[in-house]
């Protein structure tokens, strides 16, 4: 498994460590050879200790800085990520397509935001009606398939 990370990096892939002392140990508990580990000196680390809503913040800088970009992404009410809810967009054709689920034990409130913009209207894929996302509530496990038109999101 090693192996295969250490080749994943050497090809341009991006790895974030969690904690200090990531990946010191192999599958047994056996100390690894810090020599085996070079190649991780400059991957960015989140530090254990912080709490998942730091951890998400800290893990949305190092995607921009990764220079990955995301044609539409999920913000709370304050403007941060919004810890529980799990959002996934890709452009497909004439619309980007965007799936959101809540993943926490109690209701969220997300908007969607292309760039600095926010997303008004969608398409629920699965209810097959245009539906407001400006300020959508979540409930716990609940998911949402959304197609939103080019000249809300998907813009070149």
Known sequence: AMAALKRYVQSGGKVVLLGESSLLLDEYGRERDKDMLAFLKDAPHIGAEETAETMASRFEALIGSAGIKRPVVCRSAEGKVPWGVHCVSVKRGEATLVHVVNLAKD?????????????????????????????????????????????????P
């Open 107 to 155: 209701a969220r409130t997300v908007s969607l935001w292309a760039g600095d913009q926010a997303v008004g209207e969608a398409l629920d894929l699965w209810r097959n009606e245009k539906t407001s996302v400006r300020r959508m509530t979540l409930q716990p496990y609940e998911m949402r398939l959304l197609s939103i038109p080019r000249e809300q999101g998907n813009k």
